[in-house]
């Protein structure tokens, strides 16, 4: 396994084993042989190659299975869909098995088309209904509950038919990104509407009690498509949400419908599951598929792992222990998997081939063709070993296969940092970025592919290169939103489950030009669209270096980056009496107090002072002073937490490994902090709101480390410790 110090970290932080002291158990070696040993299964022949599959970083699967395969937990999935039913207890039923499943590792989609609309009368109780969204707050009120042991936080994807009467107050539930944090949603398009919307006309909502009736019998009312398709693109151009599912073509290429209807999908939109099915992913490393002098693809390998890759996906459903056993029945009697890529950017770079570019998208729809193909006869071979999935007969597929689906597009995260490639199909994010080191530092890293590039040609920045070399080198925000729906169409046709990908816009673009990717997307199969508009989320989530010109000789001389400046603030003068309050925090070297006082215009200022155990007061002291000025400066008390929150202090890490203990006011259930910076934000963002969640906030800073976070793929994501909120 050939890691970069990042991925190391990401690894030891987030998936090797520990002990209950948080000792680590293993190394990634350790990790690699632990996953390869549970799902061969005792075939030592087996457990060789996909270890030795796994090690080289030709393939990886999903987080859960990383993290959780040949350990007591078990769970190896990631994408779940629960039904959400008309009831109290069938809504409360449906929390109860989400928090099983996200303290397990997994992320939950589920459709709330069934609820009955806000207002409408409850019979039992004579009382009026309070609709989806009242209940969808609910749902995201106990996933920040759950904690999911500081590897994977819950996620969900919330998906509502475009003809429910509520559909309006859905689409801008997330006007406001501090609200519903923990989901994505998503409006359930069918082709009618889309038809309506290109006709400008009426469209008829349906009460979900009276769904399948005739609209002229049970009428609930009537809205104009192209209206309501514009709030959808309005809203999405504001904050990127929601996205929009094509319900009636993800339901038509269901290889088993006499199984019911797909009303949802995972978190971040790839896997459309029936009710109470769940599905474990994998991702194939594209650029480990390029021969050596750069020409062409191995076709011949990529075949190799791809059916070695079905194999492993297949066995995970076999050693999977289910958080639910309904959920264990309804998975294993379709089996479905996805197999997916990881470094096609890469892949092209080393190709030398545009992103943006003819010659591209039909490399992409090539290659995933032959993916398919070669992982369909690799589960029509298993079948005849092992036998077809359960539900086979009454499918709709001619020839028995063990899998109902095999291949999907999913967001690689975490796992395309371990093998330090770009995200599933996404374009290169930037080819330069700041990642956080020692004491604060920031260092900008490059893109290893740009690096060697320059190397070769002997020169020291992108625009010295040759222009066919240099057109090469697109980054997300130079692909144009059409080439990032062209491109996910192209995956799109060979895909059996679906693509999750961020159509990139940037800052300038007009809502008219999100319709048209809508249609578009549309137009060319897409089973779904996600789009992003630049800044759009309040604090700007997509952070990208745009100073360098030219890479770091070495290693050890990198070059900082930069930060726009603007006219000096002048702190509000501190008032003469304030008022506040005193917590004891437990750090590493002793007892800190950390004072909050407010004056008449909020929060201004920080104190803090070391008990009779010493410490370190002038780090502390240093960072109330500076937090302090900024308060009075007018910057967001949030802003402050996100830039304080998860600095790491070694002698408080220490402290809590040997005895559990750290954290704010003795005997609080909280966890323990992880330095005095980060207690004080801690106290600063309990006395002004209580928790909330940065990362859903848009905020630009990770949570954990105060790292730059990047959204692409329906997910958050910070590249310098691995941290994201997805499922």
Excluded at 180 to 196: D, K, P, Q, W
Excluded at 557 to 564: D, G, R
Excluded at 691 to 715: F, N, R, V, Y
Aim: proline letters at 6%; one cysteine or more.
């Amino acid at each position: 396994m050939i890691l970069t110090d990042n991925a190391r970290a990401v690894l030891e932080k987030r998936y090797l084993a520990r002990d209950e002291q948080g000792n680590l158990l293993e190394d990634e070696q350790g990790m690699l042989r632990r996953v390869a040993r549970a799902m061969a299964r005792g075939d030592e022949e087996l457990e060789g190659r996909f270890h030795a599959m796994m090690d080289a970083l030709d393939f990886l699967p999903n987080s859960p299975t990383l993290m959780n395969a040949g350990r007591p937990l078990g769970q190896l999935s990631a994408c779940f869909v629960l039904p959400v039913e008309d009831s109290l207890a069938g809504i409360f039923g449906a929390v109860k098995q989400a928090a099983l499943i996200h303290q397990s590792g997994g992320g939950t989609g589920f459709a709330f088309s069934r609820l009955r609309p806000a207002g409408s009368a409850v019979r039992s109780t004579g009382g009026a209904a309070s609709g989806p969204v009242s209940f969808m707050r609910v749902f995201n009120a106990a996933t920040e509950a759950v904690k999911q042991g500081g590897t994977r936080r819950g996620a969900n994807m919330g998906v509502l038919r475009a003809d429910h009467p509520d559909i309006l107050q859905f689409i801008r539930c997330k006007s406001d990104t501090a609200q519903l944090g923990n989901f994505n949603i998503s409006v359930g398009l069918t082709e009618s509407f889309m038809e309506a919307a290109a006709a400008g006309q009426n469209y008829d909502l349906t009460d979900p009690r009276n769904r399948g009736r005739s609209p002229a019998k049970y009428p609930a009312g009537s809205l104009n498509a192209s209206e309501v398709l514009d709030t959808i693109v309005g809203a999405a151009w504001s904050t990127g949400e929601p996205g929009i599912l094509f319900l009636d073509r993800i339901n038509r290429a269901s290889p088993v419908p006499a199984l019911g209807e797909i009303e949802s999908t995972n978190p971040c939109g790839e896997q459309p599951l029936l009710p109470y099915e769940s599905c474990n992913l994998g991702s194939i490393n594209l650029k480990n598929m390029v021969r050596a002098d750069g020409g062409d693809l191995d076709w011949a390998k990529l075949e190799s792992v791809t059916r070695l890759s079905v194999r492993f996906l297949d066995s995970v459903i076999e050693v999977n222990q289910y958080p639910l056993e309904v959920i264990a029945e309804a998975t294993r009697k379709t089996r479905k998997v996805g197999l997916g890529v990881m470094g096609f950017a890469d892949m092209l770079l080393l190709m030398g081939i545009p992103y943006d570019s003819e010659e591209a998208v039909a490399l992409g729809g090539k290659l995933m063709a032959f993916i398919d193909r070669a992982a369909k006869e690799e589960s029509a071979a298993l079948a005849s070993e092992r036998g077809p999935f359960p539900a086979f007969e009454g499918s709709t597929l001619d020839t028995p296969r063990r899998n109902a689906t095999l291949t999907t597009i999913a967001p690689t995260g975490t796992i395309s940092m371990i093998a330090g490639v770009s995200s599933g199909i996404e374009p290169v994010f930037a080819y330069a970025f700041t990642r956080n080191i020692m004491d604060g530092a920031q260092m900008t890293e490059w893109n290893p592919i740009l690096r060697e590039t320059l190397e070769r040609h002997g020169v020291q920045s992108l625009e010295e290169l040759p222009p066919p070399v240099r057109r090469v080198f697109v980054s997300a925000h130079e692909v144009t939103p059409e080439w990032h729906i062209r491109m996910q169409a192209a995956f799109q046709q060979h895909v059996d489950n679906a693509v999750s990908k961020t159509v990139n816009f940037p800052a300038g673009a007009t809502p008219e030009q999100v319709r048209e990717v809508f249609e578009l997307a549309w137009r060319l199969g897409c089973k779904g669209v996600t789009i992003y508009r630049d800044g759009s989320r309040q604090g700007q989530v997509l952070v990208k270096d745009t100073q360098p010109e030219s890479p770091p000789a070495t290693e050890n001389n990198c070059q900082l980056s930069t930060v726009n400046c603007q006219l000096p603030v002048t702190p509000r003068p501190r008032a003469r009496v304030t008022h506040g309050q005193t917590e004891r925090v437990d750090v590493g070297c002793g007892h800190l107090y950390i004072t909050v006082n407010s004056d008449d215009d909020g929060v201004c200022e920080i104190f803090t002072n070391t008990g009779k155990k010493g410490g370190c007061p002038s780090q502390s002291e240093a960072t109330a002073r500076l937090a302090s000025a900024a308060l009075r400066a007018g910057v967001d008390p949030a802003y402050i937490v996100r830039q304080l929150r998860g600095i790491r202090c070694p002698a408080t890490i220490r402290q809590n490994a040997r005895n559990g203990s750290g954290g704010i006011s003795p005997g609080r259930a909280e966890t323990p902090c992880t330095s005095c910076p980060d207690a004080i934000a801690r106290v600063l963002e309990r006395l002004t709101g209580g928790e909330t969640d940065h990362a859903a906030q848009g905020g630009p800073s990770c949570p954990e480390c105060g790292g730059s976070l990047t959204h692409e793929s329906g997910c958050v994501i910070c590249k310098n410790c691995g941290y994201s909120q997805c499922g």
